[in-house]
């Protein structure tokens, strides 16, 4: 007698199914959930302790997200939808601080004159050095506080401000800038590096990540800077664009596509590590193993699986092709592990339970739009639609991400019309990723145990071994396994 069914048989009878549509039957425990280890490989060269990557799209991630990915022990990849230059300033960003904030510091002169409250943008200081520019020796500062209470502000800065000489190195963590506030008893330090000042930490900040989980060492390149990734596309124009990056100290590429089994990704490969050899390359989008094995071939060290999954995207709609994510995830973690290169189910997912079903089905990591979209560190600003706290989430299909540059990534770059394959949207503010995505790793932990699997290894042996065993959902049966019969509930994960 059997329970359920082994992957390979119930992924091998011409259905195409989404998470949702399998459930894994619970396995045996004998140890506790937090000897499960989520530790991980996004490429054949690149470890991170948790399993989560932030997605290559312009309403996701920014200097912002990927800081804040490092700092979880995860990985931002930074979005190509914007001009060569900013995209590498972004990565410079993210790689110029040990901590999971970004202010944008304002920067004056002496003889300047702050106007307005404008002048302080979104921040509580005005930080002046002697050329009113990040690269000078910084002088001084002038708080909004001090500011509002000057009676004459037609006077030139270097009357009113507080003489200011005190930084820290760029690398110092957050307990070490904590320490060094409380010691010298201030409420803001800039950072520094090579003599620019690349932010300001304030206590406030200090203080409310403290009252999140606890951050571990994070993803540590060499050099003691963040691990950050940028996406590229496969023109021509984009190896101008890949040098700006490999410059500004980029630890993986991604090749952005939406079908990445074409000549213009292979030749792309093959550059970047001719022309990079030490930089890893992760290839994509593909959910069949034939689009693997080709870009195995030419030399990926990860690949990115998934099309049309995502929630705003309409590949399928549209075009009638794409895959359902777990049978994707699947079939090409299959033909991948042979040659040893980590996958990275991409989309679709919504919840933690999504999580464990990629990382057991053969992922190495799980890359996230939706679900961190909405988030503090997330682009944009917050809005206030039928009194809920919203951000804007596009697809990169979007008409509206297409006018900026993202066709390239549908291959619709020299096309006369411009077909959509995404649409716009908002989510709802979810808070801080420092405090929300350690809350889902500790869910997903408990999957694994319940599944008897004590790490992603684990999972993937006990599936390949047919000890795990799964069964296809009925519509009756995911009602079911979902809120159920209640006139009025609230879901609170945390």
Same mark, same amino acid.
């Given at each position: 007698m059997e329970d359920g069914f082994a992957a390979e048989k119930l992924f091998n009878q011409g259905f195409s199914y989404t998470y949702d549509d399998v459930i894994f039957l619970p396995h045996y425990i004998d140890f506790p959930t937090d000897a499960v280890q989520l530790a991980t490989r996004l490429t054949r060269n690149i470890?991170?302790?948790?399993?989560c990557v932030s997605s290559p799209m312009d309403t996701v991630t920014e200097a912002y997200m990927a800081s804040a990915?490092?700092?979880?022990?995860?990985?931002?990849?930074? !979005?190509?939808?914007?001009?060569?230059?900013?995209?590498?300033?972004?990565v410079h960003a993210a790689k110029a601080r040990r901590v999971p904030i970004l202010s944008n510091p304002v920067f004056k002169s002496?003889? *300047?004159r702050i +106007?307005?409250?404008? *002048?302080?943008?979104?921040?509580?200081?005005?930080?002046?050095t002697e050329s009113g520019t990040s690269k000078s020796k910084l002088l001084g500062h002038v708080s909004y506080a001090d500011w509002t209470s000057q009676a004459n502000k037609d006077v030139k800065i270097y009357d009113y401000m507080v003489n200011s000489g005190a930084s820290v190195p760029w690398n110092y963590d957050l307990a070490q800038v904590d320490a060094f506030l409380a010691e010298k008893k201030k409420d803001f330090v800039p950072l520094l590096k090579d003599d620019e000042i690349v932010d300001v930490v304030t206590k406030s900040e200090v203080e409310r990540i403290k009252s999140y989980p606890k951050l571990g060492v994070g993803s540590v390149a060499a050099d003691g800077s963040w691990l950050v990734g940028a996406s590229i596309g496969t023109?021509? !124009? *984009? %190896?101008?664009?890949? %040098?700006?990056?490999? /410059?500004?100290?980029?630890? &993986? #590429? #991604?090749l952005d596509s939406s079908q990445g089994n074409s000549s213009y990704q292979i030749d792309m490969i093959k550059y970047v590590k001719r022309t990079y050899p030490e930089l890893d390359v992760i290839g994509g989008n593909v959910v069949t193993m034939a689009q693997a094995q080709n870009l195995i071939q030419a030399?990926? +060290?990860? $690949?990115r699986i998934g099309m049309g999954s995502g929630s705003i995207c309409t590949t399928q709609e549209v075009? &009638?092709?794409?895959?359902? /994510? &777990?049978?994707?995830?699947?079939?090409?973690?299959?033909v991948a592990s042979q040659s040893g290169v980590p996958v990275i189910a991409d989309g679709g997912i919504s919840n933690s339970g999504h999580i464990v079903k990629a990382l057991v089905l053969g992922a190495s990591t799980v890359m996230m739009g939706s679900f961190l979209a909405g988030s503090t560190e997330a682009p944009g600003a917050f809005e206030t639609k039928n009194g809920q706290r919203v951000k804007k989430y596009r697809g990169m299909g979007s008409l509206e991400a297409m006018t900026k540059g993202s066709d390239a990534r549908y291959l619709g770059d020299t096309a006369t019309l411009k077909i959509a394959q995404g649409v716009v949207g908002a989510v709802a503010d979810k808070g801080s990723v420092l405090k929300f995505i350690p809350y889902t790793m500790q869910a997903v932990k408990q999957?694994? /145990?319940?599944?008897?699997?004590?790490?992603? %290894?684990?999972? !993937? *042996? $006990?599936?390949?071994?047919?000890i795990l065993r799964l069964e296809v959902r009925s519509g009756a049966a995911q009602v079911e396994g979902g809120i159920h019969g209640l006139v009025s509930y609230e879901k609170r994960s945390f």
């Open positions: 470890s991170l302790s948790i399993p990915m490092a700092a979880l022990g995860g990985i931002g990849i930074i !979005h190509s939808n914007s001009p060569a230059a900013q995209q590498a300033a972004m002496p003889s *300047d +106007d307005s409250e404008e *002048d302080f943008a979104s921040s509580p200081f005005v930080l002046v023109r021509e !124009h *984009d %190896k101008e664009r890949l %040098k700006l990056l490999v /410059q500004a100290g980029v630890n &993986a #590429v #991604v030399g990926v +060290d990860g $690949l075009c &009638a092709v794409g895959r359902g /994510q &777990a049978t994707a995830v699947y079939k090409v973690s299959l999957g694994f /145990q319940d599944l008897g699997a004590s790490s992603i %290894k684990s999972a !993937h *042996d $006990l599936l390949s071994s047919k």
